[in-house]
Structures are given as structure tokens and as C-alpha cells.
């Protein structure tokens, strides 16, 4: 209501000085990049702590860090990774940049609200950090901050720690509703004359239904954080139920653990595909963009996005599996969760067979596209183990999890970070990155991670337990212990070659070769601003107006192998190159 | 980043109202924020669904001691659905242009607003002299984290209440105090329900 | 190109490994060979998609790839293609998923013959408890739990007399072929009791009582592990699983002390013996848990010869480790924090006759060579 109210306070004008135009700004385009250099910011803090563990997996006698240290930064290193890299980066950074253009506005429906989005989520962050120079550090119960462990004394960061972590998530949570609140607005009220819904670019379906998630599935992880701040400070026995922990009686009683897992997962699973359903999106349009392909199956694409939202908010419980819930859940959501595989599989049959009878150039960020594929077909398949119940339960909390959900929504979204970086950078800059630090990147990056991970699974297979800091077990293989060895190896040459990407990033931001305004050929809005980069408002005097799909390459009959989404049709007659929401548009040749 | 940062506006006139079709100018503006409220009220409802559903998990441990709901909590209800209707007096007020009746039903909204404010502490005190503290027992404290949530999204709804308030007196076009009055008066009702939920749930369920 | 021939690597690299792999499952000791089929059922069915998808994606590349001239085909969609994958998608869900729930419905089935065998977690040891000849395991409540009755067992329970209480720290014994159901509770956070070669988990959730069953299908000892993150020393939290013939479970189950031999035996202790009870308060509060003694280094120091030595605080200062510093060590750990320790020990408050008994069994344990008055590391700096 607040923001509401005063958003009209804010009108559009010209930005006066640098600190309103790129401090305080209500631009969604500088907004973008604030959330941007900010998530990856963070992101290297976490990149550096999950070094700090490999070291100490692989290495276990070097003795850099303590076991209290490495819960610590197992912690920080998830919660980073999913919430404040992953999260804020495809709907504060991707999602704030190309909504507005891609859909044709001047800017998102609420600027005001869309600044107050970054300076929370930037307070949120400094937060976080805060909680390394609190007493006893930050909170070390892992990113699923399980109670009682997560507030009692055997856990790193029990008082201090959990406190400042959970704070900074409420005021996550209040940036990512404001921020969402916008994208969806905007998503449904600025589309200029002729974006119909179904010609909107996968790009912006994806970030849409993840924010419109988003504003459902926080609410749960707000909740959870309040209950457990009370639990924390105030004596209340929500999640608490009557222990002694080293050695002490809590005034704690007959609170429920499970509500916790249930509320944490209400919020975590939908979490997971928050940081998903955008990175389909963007890749799809990379696929199809650097195929020179209309994407295969728009329609399926589209209703597989939203199928796939909905049924995440049905899945949860298979989280819990070995949680001690009861167990006839396990049915329920055994069935639940191997459902939602279908639309996932039907939008990966659609990528590949975008690229059948394409033009494809295998650009840098074509190479992240395909890395991409590669990454999530073999995370999403791993998820079919551990969603089928029965393979769950010996599988549940060893590194087979590990390994699927940092292939799944680690490693995979962030190639497509990459690849939409260097696909959008040249629209962000003017300037082209450079393309040899690219590949060089590139497949450091995706092979590096597939080296790690694919083994990784393996290690899951023989029994090897998550979130262990050191394996001093018989049915442990030293073999076993020279793979984390030599896994520890390849992931900090991973780690040190992100530099190459961040001194590709700067080097070309200032030193790139000019661009021009669509050096992809693309057809989408964002490629045909009148200037590059946009200027504030976007679009010049006038808003383009849509008249066809964001999908028109190769279209026969046209002269160039693009049609911008802008331009008109040529005549009922010539039925090629409409949308595909048009009458008669089946296509097909 | 070196356009960005070299950028200069003096190469192009951008006028954002230069296009009739896009969101801005009052009209766009109105429905934008119409839809951005309604958009705002999937999470508190799904906040407030969570509550309850937590709720309803959590009463079935053997420590459930059902908490008396003191009498204040009727006059609180009382008072709240009397602000809501003070509100929707205004916004028919304001549909019809009569800033008189708007300037009455606002004020009434806020006076009945704060009362049940007050009268929801009041339920608080009481409780807290008859030993109902917070953390003795969950359904005491369901109530005290149930009427707290919601009080503080009433008491953020007064802050957008006064800036309508000052709109008004502060002699805004009529479009956008209707606007304001509009949104207001939706975000009320909603707490309303909100409160009947809750209310229902604490009287019934327990 | 290059893409192509590193993704058909990648491919032959993958399935290479999985026929190669020296990490693979233990061998199995419980009756679920279910678990172990379905893994490789969803092996062999993903791992064919796996390798179906990213060939075709070579392929694509190798045929489609830009060279001039080249033109994509314009091509929307196609319904029939999109049934077609949509159907055989459903068929390959359905084929994991069918076997996988009816094998599941075993697993949640525990059969009526089952022994009952209680687990309790603690930071970050496993107890046991077996139910005696009255076949029922006693009542039980964090209220009653003591050092002398580390699980809480009610002393007034019939049921619970002839319950046998292995302590934390001991082995969980189980005789072969004989289905078990582990009914397991937690004393302080959720822990999980897993034995990788019996394939089946579960957590023990503090406030509620959890179970799962299996057979043990062979005789030997297991490594019983907690695989649900509990804090600082859950990589430690381990126990060992003894699997015997059934005579000999019989024999080793009739050498235990029942709980009420244990109650009465605890009537005669002697008092004097403080560094025995110091002893079982530290095993039973878990102050072994991050203190060794023997001299190694873990989460706190170690106690072995700690008693008189000069000890470095974390301001550089020094104090020497009398009776008054352990006991406010104990009390208050983070008043004199030892220097390269991290701050993780909570406080404790012990009544006065157990911290006696405390600083009494520290005070025990001396190596030899620091009885001997003129050993360097006690003395130099006196």
C-alpha cells in the first residue's frame, strides 16, 4: 500500500546527477546491474568458501580450517549460492533488465518500489555478511537451518549466527516481494500494443511464473524465520520440543521439528525452481537465437513453464522422505514428484529439437546453452533416483544429493548465467566480450564441473555422507578418499578460472569491440532499442508496437534470416513467419 | 559498462508520457496499482494460510493447552468490521466525487482502526495478568504470533491510510485520492477477512 | 566439431565409468536387494536418455552446424512428435515409478515378528535399548534423564525393569536373519541412524519416535553412522553394528545388565570414587564428544595432562589449569578461552559434587612422562 501510494511521487525524469542516476536510481536497467554486481559479489564470497571445504575434503591434514568453520561455510556456501547469487541474479538482475524490455515498457510499473527492491536486498547481504564478525561467527547448521540443531549449543553460530541469518532473510524476503510484485505487475499491465501473452519470449515466461512463485513460496521460509526467531529468543516451543542439549534441559516443549522441514520445503522446493524456470527461459532463447531456429514447441514450452510452477508447490515432502514423517506420504509424493518430470523432459526434447535442421553457430553463448543441457539432463535425471522413494532412502543425505542438486540448480543455472551474460552483455554495454576468454572459460567451466560432480554420484552410491567434515570410516575406500582429493584439484582450478570470466567482463565493459544495437541477429524487443545501451525510458519517442512471436528466424520467403518482432506482416496471404497464436499458423513445412 | 557509464541523455528526448499506450498518466496508473495490490495480497494470503496451516499441525501435540480467548478480542472484531464499513463508506463517497462523506469515512476508518489497535494490546495485557505469557504454552503463542502479524499489516495500512489522509487535505486531483481510497479500502477488507480467519480458527479450532 | 567430439567423449566417458567405477555399492548385508534393483533399474533407464539426448544433440551439431549458405528449417511445431516423446516419457516414468511403490509399500510395512530395538541419538553418539524378556520397551521421558539413566527410562515403569540400556558409546548388537524394527528417538537434535551396507535410513527427530525395519542378512560388524547434520561432531557420530548368529546374541543379551540391576547396583556405588564418576558424567554429557583422552587434538583440547599445565588464552595471556580454572571452564567456557580453540562449548551447570567429580577425573588422567616433574612442556615456564 505504502509503495503503492507513493510510487506516483516518482514520476519518470531525467536522472540530474550520477547519484540519482546510478545510486538512487529508479532505472530498471541500472537497478539490474546493482542487483547484478551485488549477487555476484556474494556469489565469489561463496565461491571462495566452497573452496575453503574442497581443500579441506580433499586435503584433510592441512588443518586450514576447523570443523567449527567448515559448518560454517558449508552454511553461507548454500545459502549464498541458492538465495542471494542464484535467486537474485535471474529475477533482480536477468528479470529487471529484460522484463521491461522485452515486453516493450518504459520502465517496470513501480520504479519507486523497484529501488526499494535493491537497497533491501543489498541490506540483506551486508546483513549476512555481518554475521562473520558476530560473536562465535555465522550460524552453521546448514542452509536448511534445522531446528533444534540450528538454536542449540552443538552448532556453530547458535546464538549470534542464526539470529543475523535469519534476519537478513526476512529482509530477503521483503525485497524479493517487492521485486517480484513488480515483475509480475508488469509482466501483466506494460506489454505494449501487440505483446499478446503467448508472443512473449520464453525468457520473460520463465522469470514471470518464478516471481509469481516466489510471492507464494517465501511467505513460507518468512514464516518459518519469524517462528523460529521466537523459538530462539523468546522461549516458545513452535519448532522446539523438550531436549537436553550438552547436557542441559531447555524450557522448551512439544514443538515440532517436522513443522519446520514442512514449512522450510513449502518454500524450498518451489525455491528450487525460482532459480530454474528462468534459466530455461533464457536458454531457450539462446538456443533458439544462436540456432537461427524458431523454438521448437512455443506452446508446449510455455505451458510446461507454468505446469512445472504449479506442481512444484505439490512436491515438497519427497525432502523428507527419511525425515521420520509418516510414511504413506511417501506414496503421494513419490507420484507427485516423477509427474513433474514430464513437462521437465518435454522441455528438454524441445531445446534439442530446436536444434535439429538449424543454422547452428556455436557462439560463446550457444557453447553455455549446450553446457546447459548437458548439465540438467544428467541433474534431472539423478533427480528421478531420488524422487522414486524406494531409491531415496538409501541414497537420502549422501553425496548422490550432493552431486544431483549441484548439477541440477547449481551448476546448470549458472551456465546459463554465463551464457546469458555474454548473449545480453553487448545490449548492457554496447561492447562485444571477448571471445577467446570466452571458450577458454567456457570449457574450463563445463568440463571442470562435470569432472567434479558426475564422479561425485558414485561416491553417493557407495554411502558416503553429506556434510561431513572429515571420512574416517572403514567402508570408505581410500580411493574414495583420493577421488575428494583430486576432486578438490579440479574444483579450485574451476574456481580460479571465474576469474577469467570476471577480467573478460571489466576488460570488454570498457576495451570490447562496439557491438552495435543487435549483433545477434536477434528478434526480440530488447535487440531493437534506438539505442544501445537503452537510454532511460527505452524506447525513444514512441513504444514499438508487436505484430508477430519472438521466433521468427529462417522464416521463408524473407530476405534476412530474422524478422524483428516489430515488423508488421506482410498480408493475410503469406501465413509464414505469424505468430503462433494466429489462425492457420501451423507452419510446419 | 562504458556506454553506460559514458551515456548521455542530451541524445535523445525521452518524454515517458509521449506514448498514449503505455502504462504511465493516471488512468494506466490506476489499473497498474489496482493490479500491483491485488498481485501484493497473494503473499499475505499465503502468509497468513501458513500460519494457520502451522496452526493446525501444531495443535496436535499433547502440550495443547486451548487458550481462553479474552472478551476484548469480540470488541476488537467489533471495532474492525466497523472500520472496514467507515471505509467502504468512503470509497463510495469517493466513487461519487463527495469529498465531504470521503473526509468523514476516512476519519472514522482511522479512529476505529487505532481502537481496535488498542483494544487488541489491550487482549494482550489481559492475558499477560492472567499468566497466558507467550512461551508458557503454543496456543498462547500462536495467538500472541496470529494477532501480531496481522496488527502490524493494520498498522502498515494506517501509514497508507495518512497518506491518503494528506491527499485529501493536501488538495490532490480527485482521480488519485479515488485511486488511493480505492486501493485503501481493498487492503482493509482483506485484513478484515484476514482477522475473521484468524479469529474463526482461534475460537473454533482449538 | 570440437564440440561434437567432446560431447561423444563425454557420453562414452560417462557409461565407461559407470561399468568401471571402483565406488560402488557396498555389498549388501539387510533384505533390501529392492533398493539395490531399483538403483540399477533407474541406472540403466535414465542412462539410456542420457546417452539418447546427447547424441542426438552431436549429431544435430555435426549436421546442422553454420556454414554458408545454410538456412534453418522453419518448423513451429509438430503435435504428433510432441505426443509421441509426451507418451514414451510416461511409459519410461511409469516403469520407475510402479516397481519403486511396491517395493516401497514393503518397506513401510514392518512385518509382525519384527524385533524391536530402540536407538537413541545424542550428540554425537548412539545409545541402545533392548526390551528384556516383557517384550516392551519401558516407558520413557526426557524429565527422568540423568548420568545414571542416560535414556530418560521410567524408573516407575514394570516394562522398563528388565529393558537392557547399552550407553552411548556402546555396540548395537543384532542376531542374524531376524527382522529388526529400530524405533528410534533423539535427546537433544534430529540425527540419523544408517548403516550404508543395510541400504535403509532413517531420522531420529527429537519429541517424537520414529522406525524403520530390516533384516540383517549376514553376519559381521558395520559401521552405523549419522547422516543427518547435527551439529559440530556429526561427522564423528558413529557407532558399531554386530551382527551374530542368533546363539550367540542370545548368550551376549543374557550377559547385560538389566535397567533394574543397574538402578539397584547404582545404590551401592561408592561416593568416593569420584574419578570413576567423573568419568561416566563426562562419557554420559558429552563432554567426549570434543575432548580426547589421549592427547589428540579435537573441536576442544584435550584433557589428557592438562591438569596443572600452563595454558595459553586466546589474549596470549596464560593461567594454569588448577581446580578453580576448570571448574569456571566448565561453568563459564568462554570466560578463560584457550588460545586456537573455537568458542563452541556451551555452559554447563553441574552441581558441586559433580564438578568435583569432574575436576577429579581430569585430574587423573596424567601420561607418565608428565609425572615426572622435570617434563619440559608442564614446566619450562614456571
Not at chain 1, 505504502?2 to 511521487?9: E, N, P, R, Y
Not at chain 1, 553457430?361 to 533427480?383: D, E, K, N, R
Not at chain 1, 519517442?541 to 534470416?561: I, K, L, M, Q, T
Not at chain 3, 542374524?176 to 534430529?190: K, N, S, Y
Amino acid at each position: 500500500m505504502v509503495t503503492v501510494a507513493s510510487a506516483d511521487a516518482h514520476e519518470h525524469h531525467e536522472p540530474q546527477s550520477f547519484i540519482t542516476k546510478y545510486v538512487w536510481s529508479q532505472d530498471h536497467k541500472v537497478i539490474a546491474i546493482q542487483y547484478s554486481l551485488t549477487a555476484i559479489a556474494v556469489g565469489l564470497v561463496a565461491l571462495v568458501l566452497s573452496g575453503l571445504m574442497r581443500i579441506q575434503l580433499g586435503f584433510p591434514d592441512s588443518g586450514l580450517v576447523d570443523a567449527s568453520s567448515y559448518y560454517q561455510f558449508m552454511t553461507l556456501h548454500g545459502m549464498i549460492m541458492v538465495i542471494y547469487l542464484l535467486t537474485a541474479l535471474f529475477l533482480g538482475g536477468f528479470g529487471n533488465y529484460l522484463i521491461p524490455l522485452m515486453v516493450g515498457a518504459r520502465d517496470m510499473v513501480f520504479p519507486y518500489l523497484n529501488m526499494l527492491s535493491y537497497w533491501f536486498y543489498l541490506v540483506s547481504v551486508l546483513v549476512l555478511m555481518a554475521s562473520f564478525f558476530v560473536p562465535d561467527g555465522p550460524t552453521g547448521a546448514g542452509w536448511t537451518l534445522y531446528p533444534p540443531q540450528a538454536i542449540t549449543g552443538g552448532t556453530p553460530g547458535a546464538d549470534w549466527g542464526i539470529l543475523t541469518m535469519l534476519l537478513s532473510l526476512a529482509i530477503f524476503i521483503v525485497a524479493a516481494t517487492m521485486g517480484s510484485l513488480n515483475y509480475v505487475t508488469t509482466v501483466l499491465q506494460a506489454r505494449t500494443k501487440g505483446m499478446t501473452l503467448m508472443r512473449m519470449p520464453l525468457t520473460v515466461w520463465g522469470i514471470f511464473v518464478a516471481s509469481i512463485m516466489a510471492l507464494l513460496a517465501f511467505p513460507a521460509l518468512f514464516v518459518a524465520a519469524v517462528m523460529m526467531m521466537l523459538d530462539a529468543t523468546m522461549g516458545t516451543s513452535f519448532f522446539m520440543p523438550a531436549i537436553i542439549a550438552m547436557g542441559q534441559q531447555l524450557p522448551h516443549e512439544g514443538g515440532s521439528p517436522l513443522l519446520f522441514q514442512h514449512l522450510f520445503w513449502f518454500f524450498g522446493h518451489p525455491e528450487v525452481y525460482i532459480v530454474a524456470l528462468p534459466a530455461f527461459g533464457l536458454v531457450s532463447d539462446l538456443i533458439s537465437t544462436h540456432a537461427r531456429k524458431n523454438i521448437f514447441g512455443y506452446h508446449m514450452m510455455v505451458w510446461a513453464i507454468v505446469i512445472i510452477g504449479g506442481l512444484s508447490f505439490f512436491v515438497w515432502a519427497h525432502h523428507m522422505y527419511v525425515s521420520g514423517m509418516n510414511l504413506s506420504f511417501g506414496f503421494f509424493f513419490a507420484i507427485s514428484t516423477l509427474v513433474i518430470a514430464v513437462p521437465t523432459a518435454i522441455k528438454v526434447y524441445n531445446w534439442i529439437l530446436t536444434l535439429w535442421k538449424g543454422d547452428i553457430h556455436l557462439t560463446v553463448p550457444m557453447l553455455y546453452a549446450i553446457g546447459f543441457v548437458v548439465t540438467f539432463v544428467v541433474g534431472g535425471l539423478t533427480g528421478l533416483f531420488l524422487g522414486n522413494v524406494i531409491v531415496d532412502i538409501p541414497l537420502a543425505d549422501t553425496y548422490f544429493v550432493v552431486a544431483h542438486f549441484h548439477m541440477v540448480m547449481g551448476v546448470a543455472p549458472i551456465l546459463v548465467v554465463f551464457g546469458g551474460i555474454h548473449h545480453w552483455f553487448p545490449k548492457v554495454t554496447g561492447r562485444m566480450m571477448n571471445d577467446t576468454l570466452g571458450r577458454l572459460h567456457f570449457w574450463i567451466t563445463f568440463l571442470g564441473t562435470y569432472v567434479i560432480f558426475f564422479p561425485m554420484h558414485y561416491l553417493g552410491v557407495l554411502g558416503m555422507p553429506r556434510r561431513y567434515f572429515d571420512y574416517d570410516y572403514e567402508f570408505i575406500p581410500q580411493s574414495a578418499l583420493d577421488l575428494n582429493t583430486f576432486i578438490t584439484i579440479v574444483a579450485l582450478v574451476v574456481a580460479a578460472a571465474q576469474i577469467l570470466f570476471l577480467y573478460n567482463m571489466i576488460w570488454s565493459a570498457f576495451r570490447g569491440r562496439p557491438s552495435g544495437g543487435n549483433p545477434w541477429g536477434a528478434t526480440s524487443l530488447e535487440w531493437q532499442t534506438p539505442q544501445t545501451p537503452p537510454g532511460h525510458g527505452n524506447w525513444g519517442p514512441a513504444v514499438p508496437e508487436v505484430h508477430r512471436w519472438a521466433y521468427d528466424y529462417n522464416v521463408p520467403g524473407a530476405s534476412a534470416d530474422f524478422v524483428p518482432q516489430t515488423e508488421p506482416q506482410r498480408g493475410p496471404s503469406q501465413g509464414h513467419g505469424h505468430g503462433p497464436e494466429q489462425p492457420g499458423e501451423k507452419g510446419h513445412s | 559498462m562504458s556506454h553506460w557509464v559514458k551515456y548521455d541523455p542530451s541524445r535523445g528526448t525521452l518524454d515517458p508520457d509521449g506514448d498514449g499506450r503505455s502504462w504511465q498518466g493516471p488512468a494506466g496508473r490506476g489499473r497498474a496499482a489496482m493490479r500491483g495490490l491485488l498481485i501484493f495480497l497473494l503473499p499475505l494470503a499465503s502468509m497468513f494460510a501458513l500460519v494457520i496451516s502451522a496452526y493446525m499441525m501444531r495443535r496436535h501435540v499433547g502440550d495443547w493447552q486451548p487458550i481462553p480467548l479474552p472478551w476484548q478480542v469480540w470488541l476488537s472484531t467489533v471495532l474492525l468490521v466497523g472500520s472496514s464499513i467507515a471505509f467502504e463508506v468512503a470509497r463510495r463517497a469517493a466513487a461519487l466525487g463527495h469529498i465531504h462523506d470521503i473526509r468523514r469515512g476516512l476519519l472514522g476508518t482511522g479512529v476505529l482502526a487505532v481502537a481496535f489497535l488498542g483494544s487488541q494490546l489491550w487482549a494482550w495485557f489481559h492475558l499477560q495478568e492472567q499468566g497466558y505469557y507467550l512461551a508458557a504454552n503454543p496456543a498462547n503463542s500462536f495467538f500472541y504470533l496470529m494477532s501480531g502479524l496481522h496488527g502490524l499489516h493494520l498498522i502498515a495500512g494506517l501509514v497508507a491510510w495518512s497518506k491518503t489522509r494528506s491527499a485529501l487535505t493536501g488538495g490532490a486531483d480527485v482521480a488519485s485520492v479515488q485511486l488511493y481510497v480505492q486501493l485503501c479500502a481493498i487492503y482493509w477488507h482483506f485484513l478484515l477477512v484476514v482477522w475473521l480467519l484468524l479469529f474463526g480458527v482461534l475460537f473454533w479450532v482449538s | 566439431m570440437v564440440l561434437a567430439i567432446i560431447l561423444t567423449i563425454i557420453v562414452i566417458g560417462s557409461v565407461a565409468f559407470h561399468l568401471l567405477t571402483p565406488w560402488t555399492l557396498t555389498e549388501l548385508g539387510s533384505n533390501w536387494q529392492s533398493m539395490d534393483a531399483m538403483l540399477h533399474i533407474s541406472f540403466a533407464i535414465t542412462g539410456v536418455v542420457f546417452v539418447a539426448v546427447t547424441l542426438f544433440m552431436v549429431l544435430a551439431i555435426v549436421r546442422y552446424r553454420h556454414r554458408p549458405g545454410r538456412k534453418a528449417q522453419y518448423s513451429p511445431d509438430s503435435r504428433r512428435l510432441e505426443l509421441w516423446l509426451l507418451g514414451l516419457t510416461t511409459v519410461g516414468i511409469v516403469a520407475l515409478l510402479a516397481p519403486g511403490l511396491v517395493y516401497y509399500y514393503d518397506f513401510t510395512r514392518t512385518p509382525d515378528d519384527a524385533m524391536r530395538v530402540e536407538v537413541v541419538g545424542e550428540q554425537w553418539r548412539f545409545a541402545f535399548r533392548y526390551p528384556g524378556e516383557s517384550g516392551q520397551l519401558g516407558r520413557t521421558s526426557i524429565e527422568h534423564v540423568t548420568s545414571d539413566n542416560p535414556l530418560g527410562l521410567d524408573p516407575g515403569d514394570p516394562a522398563s525393569q528388565d529393558d537392557i540400556v547399552i550407553p552411548a558409546g556402546g555396540d548395537l548388537h543384532l542376531p542374524v536373519d531376524q527382522p529388526v524394527e529400530l524405533v528410534m528417538r533423539a535427546r537433544d537434535v534430529i540425527h540419523s541412524f544408517f548403516v550404508p551396507e543395510f541400504r535403509a535410513k532413517m531420522d531420529m527427530v527429537p519429541g517424537m519416535v520414529t522406525s524403520f525395519w530390516f533384516t540383517p542378512t549376514r553376519t559381521g560388524t558395520f559401521e552405523a553412522l549419522c547422516a543427518q547434520h547435527c551439529g559440530v561432531g556429526h561427522y564423528n557420530m558413529s557407532a558399531t553394528v554386530n551382527v551374530m548368529e542368533r546363539e550367540a546374541f542370545e548368550d551376549w543379551l543374557g550377559e547385560q545388565q538389566t535397567f533394574g540391576e543397574h538402578l539397584a547396583a547404582l545404590g551401592d556405588r561408592d561416593e568416593d570414587d569420584e574419578v570413576s564418576w567423573g568419568r561416566e558424567l563426562a562419557t554420559s554429557e558429552g563432554c567426549m564428544a570434543c575432548h580426547s583422552d589421549d592427547g589428540s587434538r579435537d573441536v576442544g583440547p584435550t584433557w589428557l595432562n592438562l591438569y596443572g599445565r600452563e595454558v595459553t588464552l586466546e589474549d596470549d595471556s596464560t593461567v594454569v589449569a588448577d581446580e578453580e580454572y576448570i571448574r569456571r571452564s566448565i561453568t563459564d567456557p568462554r570466560a578463560q578461552l584457550t588460545k586456537g580453540y573455537p568458542p563452541a562449548m556451551p555452559a554447563y551447570d553441574f552441581d558441586d559434587d559433580e564438578l568435583d567429580a569432574l575436576v577429579a577425573y581430569i585430574r587423573s588422567l596424567q601420561d607418565d612422562e608428565n609425572n615426572n616433574p622435570d617434563a619440559p612442556d608442564t614446566n619450562a615456564e614456571r
